[in-house]
């Protein structure tokens, strides 16, 4: 495998995506690199840099730093500027060269507490890895960290008001997974919000755009979690271990693929208020696993191949959606990380540009970022679906609202039969 | 306005000194560091895109790679522009040298054309794991006889150490001039990201001069970038391409002259002068007359600029008088001679935004100290300056109401003091010598009079980088 790229682009990495998924929570993130890593993040994957002042920042890491292990300068330099700013936590991720030194991020973060009394977080990223695998690492950090279970005077009342109440107490739930990276800042997580409340349910946390750390750490009083990409699989993965919380994973694209993804919603979330209230152990291991709405089950309608090129659980939806709706063969191509048992058996692992093009070859139409035009066979068609973490900010205006506009997309790129 | 996202969290004071009590070069002690949201100045993408015809192609993790390839996409040129990433596993099996050969190799036979030049920039990575980048030029120099490849770098860890990254890239620009006859009618200018314009003083002594004048900018094929070798004389005026500039003499043998771009006409004049002196010497030993029309060009130019820079001052600090005006440091290599002269002149400037002081810029933080102790000095990638644009922020009523309240000359400034009045420069935008004085005083007009929005433009990167589309 020769890694190149001979004329697209690359995804952001994973540092990228500790500050992405970390951006609204009112903590300081530091990227421990020479320089670079933050000019390319706050220019090329946060839209919210000239309007929200959250505090990333680099540690400016220098040879000789690097040569000798000279901890103790980033040590000083992070108690110092959180002793003049105040952040609600630290995090600190790395990058190539402190991953070729062995930096030890989790000491250092200790170190940095003990220091500054303020929570600190260390992220082992490498700089090597896309974004899903940073992000994914933070929210997860975050559950582990500042969720804790609900108080025992909420847990009275709830059992209480489900026990007691002639309607359905709605079921609450979590968003994971958020990061402008895959949703970029348009309406999406809006529409996925009123998505959530317009089938009754109540909005929990959302985890990591538009609610504050304060309302993350009531995270744990919601039945189930929602999760919308990849980033969010760590962080589920902590809700259950932590709080046996369970979580479907999806997207609500199009009428049928909603109506699937509700029921599932509702059934695992019924499951959890059984679990909760009854405190029968035994229905636990009912919740180990994580539910996957159905895939591309029907029978296909036509010959027609439609590829998806891009995050996982983003492209799933939008094949599954695509197939349900007009009856076509779908195919993803995640060129991110994606653990194992989310895509479909035929679906496929293709991090670089050498694995994408041959599956590319009986694709009839090709729905990816623009910036993967150049490798897409010419008899395709092409409809571009722009990704912030592929392409930043050069698209950020054409990037739709999938959740609310599904159908005149459809219609606008002539996908519907 | 920034919207706060922790209400606890915040700076009280904006940080800064006044230059009677910053320490030079470094005012500041260094630590976390912050990135404003002004992005106009050149990265190495849009430096090495000024060789016509040549491709990029960089070696490194996806991080390092985002910030170059998204360069690229923006500028348009993702056509001469390619990637080989680093995985992890790489590091662990030590198999670098093969992963850049094989990953070149594999990108030259994808191109629908074989380009004539390729720079392949190595990282960090390779510095710290001792890959051995002879073994890899030497193989890739077989397999392709027809290509001329460069060594480039993008290892920011090494910017304190030896040349700075910027210099260093400034001077891979020239390492592909193959030697030629050189003509003592050619000269180059070297080392500008920005073409220097027609109307600046040193354009129009060369031209007067009857020279041939050769600037990477201009050059529209690669065969026309070679041509650039037969100057006789190389002449840089931003100090960052001076190492480029003597490396270039050592190879092909001509004259390197660096020149100071000055706000101070004395100073002007004596870079003329020197400039003059070295003209003669290289372009004019053998024809008779040249000289004299050099001398009389040289004449005109200073008496016209001096005249010029007189009626400029008088009309610029009539229409914004007392109006506060603040520099940063993008906008040319010396802020603070700029500073000094508009001070000199009566101008009101009351900031300076630089991290370091410039080598360049000594003899004028000297005289600052001395005559205006009170300029104050800021910085720009201190951790706290996260929160200055939201400390020097007014509502929109009120900047309406107040017209011009800040004058920002470069983009850096404009965007910590909020304001749309600013000059919209950088590098020292391609003008030189009276040139470069009058010319920011007609901008700075421009800006008082006319808002740009700010918010917009600072954030396009490599201001003026549609030069290397071709």
Not at chain 1, 184 to 201: P, Q, Y
Not at chain 1, 227 to 246: D, N
Not at chain 2, 123 to 136: A, Q, W
Not at chain 2, 409 to 414: E, L, S, T
Request: charged content about 25%.
């Amino acid at each position: 495998m020769k890694q190149t790229a001979s004329v697209i682009s690359t995804y952001s990495a994973d540092v990228m995506g500790v500050c992405s998924a970390l951006y609204e929570l009112g903590g300081m993130t530091v990227m421990h690199d020479a320089s670079g890593c933050n000019s390319t993040y706050t220019t090329h994957d946060e839209p919210r840099w000239f309007d929200m002042d959250s505090m990333v920042y680099i540690s400016g890491l220098s040879e000789m730093e690097a040569i000798m292990g000279d901890d103790d300068k980033l040590i000083e330099d992070i108690c110092e500027a959180a002793s003049d700013l105040h952040p609600k936590f630290i995090a600190l991720a790395g990058s190539p060269v402190s991953a070729m030194t062995g930096f030890d991020y989790e000491a250092v973060a200790g170190v940095i507490e003990s220091r500054t009394g303020i929570p600190a977080l260390g992220f082992p990223t490498t700089g090597m890895n896309t974004y899903i695998h940073g992000a994914s690492m933070a929210l997860e950090g975050i559950v582990s960290r500042f969720i804790d279970d609900p108080s025992d005077e909420w847990i009275e009342e709830k059992l209480h008001t489900v026990r007691t109440s002639d309607e359905e107490v709605p079921y609450r739930v979590n968003l994971l997974g958020l990061t402008p990276l895959d949703f970029s800042v348009n309406s999406t997580v809006d529409s996925l919000t009123k998505w959530l409340e317009d089938r009754g349910f109540e909005v929990g946390a959302r985890l990591a755009m538009g609610s504050s750390l304060e309302e993350i750490g009531r995270a744990s009083e919601s039945e189930v979690n929602l999760i919308v990409s990849a980033a969010g699989l760590g962080a589920a993965r902590m809700m259950y271990r932590k709080f046996a919380i369970p979580g479907v994973i999806g997207l609500p694209v199009g009428a049928k693929q909603s109506d699937l993804l509700e029921d599932a919603l509702r059934r695992t979330a019924s499951e959890y208020r059984t679990f909760r209230t009854s405190g029968e152990v035994f229905e636990r291991s009912g919740l180990t696993r994580i539910k996957i709405h159905p895939n591309d089950l029907d029978p296909a309608r036509d010959e027609e191949l439609v590829a998806v090129i891009g995050e996982g659980i983003t492209s799933l939806s939008v094949a599954n959606a695509i197939r349900f709706e007009t009856g076509r063969r779908t195919r993803v191509l995640c060129a991110t990380e994606c653990p194992d048992n989310i895509l479909r058996p035929w679906d496929c692992m293709t991090p670089d540009e050498d694995d994408i093009v041959p599956k590319l070859s009986d694709a009839t139409v090709v729905i990816a970022d623009p910036l993967y035009k150049p490798i897409c066979p010419p008899h395709a068609k092409f409809i571009e679906l722009p990704h912030e973490a592929f392409s930043g900010r050069i698209y950020r205006k054409d990037i739709p609202d999938l959740i609310r506009d599904f159908d005149s997309w459809t219609e606008a790129n002539g996908i519907r039969l | 306005m920034l919207k706060k996202l922790n209400e606890d969290a915040g700076h009280k004071d904006i940080p800064g000194i006044r230059i009677a009590d910053a320490d030079f070069p470094a005012p500041f002690r260094s630590g976390l560091e912050y990135s404003s949201p002004a992005r106009g100045t050149w990265n190495i993408v849009h430096t090495g895109m000024l060789i016509p015809e040549a491709h990029e192609i960089y070696v490194c993790g996806a991080g390092c790679l985002r910030g170059v390839v998204l360069t690229a996409a923006e500028m348009g040129t993702m056509d001469r522009f390619s990637t080989v990433a680093i995985r992890e596993n790489n590091l662990l099996d030590g198999d670098m040298e093969d992963l850049i050969i094989e990953g070149v190799s594999d990108i030259l036979g994808k191109l629908p054309k074989r380009p004539p030049a390729v720079l392949v920039y190595t990282s960090c990575i390779h510095h710290f794991t001792g890959t051995d980048l002879d073994v890899v030029y030497d193989r890739l120099a077989e397999r392709f006889p027809d290509v001329d490849f460069i060594d480039c770098y993008m290892n920011p860890i090494m910017r304190k150490s030896g040349l700075t990254p910027d210099q260093l890239m400034r001077s891979r620009l020239y390492m592909l001039l193959h030697e030629r006859p050189q003509s003592d009618n050619a000269v180059a200018i070297i080392g500008n990201d920005l073409p220097t314009l027609e109307d600046s003083d040193l354009m129009r002594l060369l031209r007067a001069s009857g020279l041939r004048i050769h600037e990477i900018t201009s050059c529209r094929t690669y065969e026309e970038y070679q041509e650039m070798a037969e100057s006789v004389l190389y002449i840089s005026y931003n100090p960052d391409a001076a190492p480029g500039g003597d490396m270039l003499s050592e190879r092909l043998g001509g004259r390197h002259h660096f020149m100071k771009l000055s706000f101070d006409m004395d100073e002007i004049d004596e870079e003329f002068d020197r400039l003059a002196e070295v003209i003669a010497e290289k372009c004019f030993s053998e024809k008779e007359g040249a000289e004299e029309k050099l001398i009389e060009a040289l004449s005109v130019i200073r008496s016209e600029g001096r005249n010029e820079v007189s009626d400029a001052v008088s009309e610029t600090l009539g229409l914004i008088g007392d109006t506060p005006v603040v520099i940063d440091y993008t906008y040319c290599p010396r802020p603070l001679g700029l500073a000094r002269m508009l001070l000199d002149n009566g101008f009101n400037v009351t900031k300076v935004y630089a991290d370091s002081l410039p080598a360049a810029d000594r003899p004028s933080y000297e005289y600052l100290r001395e005559n205006y102790p009170d300029l104050m000095i800021h910085p720009t990638v201190h951790a706290s300056m996260r929160f200055a644009s939201t400390e020097n922020s007014i509502s929109d009523a009120e900047e309406a109401a107040s017209g011009c309240r800040v004058l920002a000359i470069g983009q850096k400034a404009a965007y910590f003091e909020n304001t749309d009045h600013f000059v919209n420069v950088v590098e020292g935008g391609g003008m030189i010598g009276y040139n470069a004085i009058t010319g920011v005083l007609r901008l700075m007009r421009e800006a008082y009079n006319t808002e740009k929005p700010m918010k917009e433009l600072v954030q396009i990167k490599g201001l003026g980088c549609e030069v290397c589309v071709r």
